[in-house]
């Protein structure tokens, strides 16, 4: 397949839409207008890719986008939260290890909420699979499962982790769904 400008203008899109998105979630008021831009500039890359090579250029639109929101919640996680720098300003005495706790507070829920949600996603993928082959189905419409279910599954379950307030209950899900997907491993060969 040859790579041609619509997938450029469509890459280009994605990751203007995840950047408009962050600097509106970042402000301390959320901007509809800010809003609205972002998530219209990514409808139009999805459809910007979807011209270029239909489903395929949504797959390869989508992961450029999604690999831009990773990039810009490293970036976000790795700053103290505005509550923290607005408390620093105003109060002399507070120490750097309160700060560096709302740091390493942000870098846990990163973790969380990205690579080990998207390692729940997969092994929640892979259990699709494995009870799609256990059924009777085609090798093929397993692998399409895997390809449709973790980019659902991983943003659902992100938005759900990071809804929770408590940090065992965000830990308790991604184990939770891990641990009933992980057994499904052993079955991916299919029925013997």
């Excluded at 402000?27 to 489903?55: C, H, P, Y």
């Excluded at 290890?97 to 709302?102: C, G, H, L």
Aim: with cysteine; net charge positive.
């Amino acid at each position: 397949m040859e790579v041609d400008a619509p997938f450029w203008i469509a890459a280009a899109l994605a990751i203007a839409g995840v950047t408009v998105l962050r600097l509106s979630w970042g402000r301390a008021d959320r901007s509809t207008v800010l809003n609205i831009g972002g998530w219209t500039t990514l409808l139009a890359a999805l459809v910007v890719g979807d011209s270029a090579a239909g489903e395929w250029g949504v797959a390869v639109t989508a992961l450029v986008a999604t690999f831009a929101a990773c990039v810009a919640l490293a970036f976000a996680a790795a700053q103290p939260a505005r509550k923290a720098r607005a408390k620093t300003i105003r109060t002399s005495h507070r120490g750097s290890s309160e700060v560096a706790v709302t740091q390493r507070s942000g870098w846990v829920t990163f973790v969380i909420a990205g690579p080990l949600a998207l390692v729940a996603s997969l092994l929640l993928a892979l259990a699709i699979r494995a009870l799609i082959l256990m059924a009777g189905g085609a090798e093929a419409d397993g692998n399409v499962a895997v390809l449709a279910t973790v980019p659902v599954a991983w943003p659902v379950l992100t938005f759900a982790l990071l809804m929770m307030t408590y940090r065992t209950r965000q830990f308790a899900w991604v184990a939770g769904i891990a641990a009933l997907s992980a057994p499904f491993l052993l079955l991916q060969g299919g029925p013997a």
